[in-house]
């Protein structure tokens, strides 16, 4: 059974879709149909807890949308996992799942202890927010930041690569770090070429985002495993969110329905 993978890329250009994309396609099941998906306004990166909070309005919505157009599984494409619990709160079927959640989990089953390449130095704090949050605090080695944002990774891959295999190597004889984690989606790519050169799993956050959603798809459709609807991620009332005109107030005519 086939499986349909949403990549939701949550900044507002669309100039790497076709790219990303394809990317993911490479490294895709043979069963599975993989789209990229935008958003329509916004930030175009998501460095600051600002443009998180501006962006998750999109990012939901487009969360509503894909359940509703039949997806089996989406990936909200940022390390810093952003509204993620929020996305699983509002899908009844479709499971959702974030880059860090799963590059974590990859990182501490391939290895004792990992570092993360950050971009800025601003990034560490909310990162290690999650570190803790997912229960991986002992294995982290350590945060090295590249001094480089989210809209300069593929500028000059070049100098990226450089400065990657410079803090890579930092972290592997310094910190004693046996797995590296890419820690920006848009570090997308180079994986391949630092892994091969330094002997350790470096993890592409992007694709492990990616492959964990195939993943999950696929346990929904053999197993019928999906997120619990109890608890944390107990539903919103439908009925109080039509009731008060939210779908109205919120561009979400449509997404948001009293039976849902």
Same mark, same amino acid.
């Given at each position: 059974m086939g499986?349909?993978? /949403? ?7 669309a100039?790497?879709?076709? %790219?990303? =994309? ?28 600002? $443009? ?7 990012i ?8 509703q ?11 810093d996992?952003?509204s ?5 709160e509002?899908?009844? %079927?479709?499971v959702?799942?974030g880059?860090?959640e799963? +590059?974590? *989990?990859? +990182?501490?089953? /391939?290895?004792?202890?990992?570092s993360?390449?950050?971009g800025? &130095? ?5 990162? =290690?927010?999650n ?14 930041? /590249?001094?480089?944002?989210?809209? &300069?990774?593929? #500028? ?5 690569a ?6 890579? #190597? =930092?972290?592997?004889t310094? %910190?004693? +770090?046996e797995?590296?984690?890419?820690? @920006? ?5 180079f ?5 091969? !050169?330094?002997?350790v799993?470096?993890? &592409? ?7 964990h ?10 197993? *019928?495993? @999906? ?5 944390? $991620? ?5 009925? !109080?969110? @039509?009731d ?6 919120? &561009?979400?005519? *449509? ?6």
């Amino acid at each position: 059974m086939g499986k349909r993978v /949403l990549y939701i890329k949550p900044s507002a250009y669309a100039t790497l879709n076709g %790219d990303i =994309r394809s990317y993911l396609e490479k490294y895709s099941d043979v069963d599975t149909e993989v789209e990229v998906w935008s958003m329509p306004r916004g930030p175009q990166h998501l460095e600051y807890e600002y $443009y998180q909070a501006l962006a998750s309005q999109e990012i939901l919505k487009a969360v509503l949308r894909a359940e509703q157009e039949g997806f089996d599984a989406a990936v909200i494409g940022c390390f810093d996992d952003p509204s993620l619990d929020a996305a699983r709160e509002i899908c009844r %079927d479709m499971v959702v799942t974030g880059p860090a959640e799963a +590059a974590m *989990g990859l +990182a501490a089953s /391939l290895g004792e202890r990992f570092s993360v390449i950050v971009g800025r &130095d601003k990034w560490v704090p909310r990162m =290690r927010e999650n570190v803790v949050k997912y229960g991986h605090s002992a294995h982290l080695a350590s945060f090295r930041p /590249l001094g480089l944002g989210v809209l &300069d990774f593929h #500028r000059d891959p070049a100098f990226t690569a450089q400065r990657m295999r410079e803090e890579v #190597r =930092r972290a592997i004889t310094e %910190d004693k +770090a046996e797995v590296i984690i890419l820690g @920006c989606t848009m570090e997308f790519g180079f994986f391949e070429q630092l892994q091969q !050169e330094f002997g350790v799993p470096v993890i &592409d956050v992007m694709l492990a985002g990616f492959k964990h959603a195939e993943y999950l798809a696929a346990l929904k459709q053999k197993i *019928g495993w @999906c997120t619990s609807r109890v608890g944390k $991620y107990a539903p919103p009332p439908a009925s !109080e969110i @039509c009731d008060w005109g939210i779908p109205a107030d919120y &561009d979400l005519q *449509g997404l948001w329905l009293a039976e849902k």
